[in-house]
C-alpha cells in the first residue's frame, strides 16, 4: 500500500500527517483572518481559523479539521450577502473556492451546465449567454460564486435560479457523504431553500448543475426589462448587457471603487401581507392604494390572498431616502435598500441604521423587515 503525505498548517504549527485513502491537497488552516475583506459590505472582526478549499478532498479535511477540535464551521462563498459582527467568529471559516472547467452537455433544446460552486455567478451566467442559452440571462451581474446562489435562491427582474437548477452536488455533514440533490430536494421558495432552512449549515455545496435552453426567446418579464427592447426578440447576451446596465445605474453592480455597491445588496426582504392591507397601508403613506408598489405573491400555505410590498418603497416612506447618511454608513444613493458602507464603518454602525429603518417602518405600516443578509457572529449555532 503506497502512503501519501499530505501537510495540515494549524495553530501556527506544522504537522505532518500520513494517509493512506488517496492522493489529498495541502489544506492550509490559517489564524485569526479578518473576514471584512472577504465581503462587499467591508465590515466586521476577523475568523478565528480560516481555511480556503479548493476540491473535494480538501473540504473533506477542512471538515474534518473541525470537528476534531470541535470548531463551529462556516461556509464562506463570494461574501456578497454576509454581514459580518465585529466580533468575528470563533470557529473555522472555510471559503469554499472550489474551482475548475464548467462542463456542458446534451443536445438539442436542452443543455445541461455543470458549475463547480467557486465559479463567479457572473462569469458562469456570461458563459450561459455567449452560447445563446436562457434561463440565466436577467441574473447576470449578481456578485457572489455560484455554490451561494442556491442558498437564498437568488433572483431578480423575474428570473429564480429555482427555475433553472437541476441539481445540486453536496457534503452532507449529517451522513458525511457527497450526494446529489435535485430540484424539489432543495425547497425552493422565495429567499429560501434547504440550505438555509434545514437548519443552515448542513450542506456544502460543491457544484451546481442547471438545465437551460437552447433556441429560445430571452425572459422579459419586468417592465423595466421590456421597455428596453420594445417589439424585438433580443439574444440572451444582449439581456445580459441590459440587466447589468441597468444593475450599474442602481449602484447593484458590485465595484469596490464604487461606495455605492459597497453593500450587501437589498438589506431587507420584500414582505408579504394580506391583500386586505393594502388600503390601509396606502392610507398610511397617504397615496391610492393603486400606487402602493406591490405584486400578487403565490403563497400556498396561505388561505388568504397575499401580496409581495416593495421593502424599498416601506423603507423610503419611513423616512429613509437614497443618499440618507448616518456617520459612516448610508443607504445607496441609487438605492433605497442597500445600506452602504461610506468607508471605515463597523458592524455596529450597520446594526444602528438598520434597526432604526426596521423601528420606523413597523412604527408606521405595523410590518417587521426581515434582514436578507446572512449575519455571522460569535453566536452563531452550528448544530452539525
Ligand atoms: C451589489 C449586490 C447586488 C445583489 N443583487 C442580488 C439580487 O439581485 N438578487 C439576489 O437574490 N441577491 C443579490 N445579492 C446578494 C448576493 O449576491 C447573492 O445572495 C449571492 O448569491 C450570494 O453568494 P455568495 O457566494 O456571495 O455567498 P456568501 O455571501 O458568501 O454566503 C451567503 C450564504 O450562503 C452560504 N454559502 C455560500 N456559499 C456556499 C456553499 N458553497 N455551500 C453552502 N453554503 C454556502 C453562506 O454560508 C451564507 O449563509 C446582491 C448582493 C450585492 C452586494
Redesign the pocket.
Known amino acids: 500500500m503506497k502512503l501519501r503525505h499530505y501537510e495540515l498548517i494549524a495553530w501556527g504549527q506544522r504537522h505532518i500527517v500520513w494517509g493512506t485513502l488517496r492522493p489529498v491537497a495541502t489544506l492550509q488552516v490559517q489564524e485569526q483572518v479578518a473576514l471584512a475583506p472577504?465581503?462587499?459590505?467591508g465590515v466586521g472582526g476577523s475568523a478565528r481559523f480560516f481555511a480556503r478549499v479548493a476540491s473535494e478532498n480538501e473540504l473533506e479535511e477542512a471538515v474534518a479539521f473541525a470537528t476534531k477540535h470541535s470548531l463551529p464551521l462556516?461556509?464562506?462563498?463570494?461574501?456578497?450577502?454576509?454581514v459580518i459582527r465585529d466580533e468575528g467568529f470563533h470557529g473555522l471559516v472555510l471559503h469554499?473556492a472550489?474551482g475548475g472547467e464548467m462542463q456542458m452537455s446534451g443536445a438539442g433544446d436542452g443543455i445541461r451546465y455543470d458549475v463547480p460552486?467557486?465559479v463567479s455567478?457572473d462569469d458562469f451566467v456570461l458563459s450561459a449567454c455567449e452560447h445563446g442559452l436562457t434561463g440565466v440571462e436577467c441574473?447576470a451581474?449578481?456578485?457572489?460564486?455560484?455554490?451561494?446562489?442556491p442558498?437564498?435562491?437568488?433572483?431578480?427582474?423575474g428570473q429564480?435560479v429555482s427555475q433553472t437548477i437541476g441539481s445540486v452536488r453536496?457534503y452532507d455533514r449529517v451522513v458525511r457523504a457527497f450526494l446529489v440533490l435535485t430540484n424539489e430536494q432543495c425547497c425552493f421558495a422565495y429567499?429560501t431553500s434547504c440550505?438555509?432552512t434545514q437548519p443552515?449549515?448542513r450542506?456544502?455545496?460543491?457544484q451546481v448543475s442547471f438545465d437551460l435552453k437552447a433556441g429560445a426567446s430571452a425572459a422579459l418579464r419586468y417592465p423595466e426589462l421590456k421597455s428596453r427592447f420594445l417589439d424585438s426578440t433580443p439574444l440572451p447576451l444582449e439581456v445580459y448587457h441590459v440587466v447589468r446596465e441597468i444593475?450599474r445605474a442602481k449602484?447593484?453592480?458590485?465595484s469596490a471603487s464604487d461606495p455605492d455597491?459597497r453593500?450587501?445588496?437589498?438589506f431587507f426582504k420584500n414582505p408579504f401581507v394580506p391583500a386586505s392591507r393594502l388600503g390601509e397601508i396606502a392610507e398610511e403613506a397617504a397615496v391610492a392604494p393603486a400606487s402602493v408598489p406591490h405584486w400578487p405573491a403565490a403563497l400556498e400555505d396561505r388561505s388568504a390572498p397575499h401580496v409581495k410590498l416593495a421593502a424599498a418603497w416601506l423603507v423610503q416612506m419611513a423616512g429613509f431616502p437614497k443618499g440618507f447618511s448616518d456617520g459612516a454608513v448610508g443607504i445607496s444613493s441609487r438605492h433605497s435598500l442597500?445600506l452602504v458602507n461610506r468607508g471605515g464603518a463597523h458592524f455596529s454602525d450597520v446594526a444602528r441604521l438598520r434597526d432604526r429603518i426596521r423601528e420606523e417602518v413597523y412604527a408606521r405600516f405595523s410590518i417587521r423587515l426581515e434582514q436578507?443578509?446572512?449575519e455571522?457572529g460569535p453566536e452563531t449555532r452550528d448544530p452539525f
Open positions: 472577504f465581503t462587499t459590505l462556516f461556509a464562506l462563498g463570494g461574501g456578497s450577502n454576509l469554499l472550489i460552486a467557486g455567478w441574473l451581474g449578481i456578485p457572489g460564486l455560484t455554490g451561494g446562489t442558498v437564498q435562491n437568488v433572483g431578480a427582474y429564480e453536496v429567499r440550505f438555509n443552515s449549515g450542506y456544502l455545496v460543491t444593475r449602484g447593484m453592480l458590485f455597491s453593500s450587501a445588496g437589498s442597500a436578507e443578509p446572512v455571522l
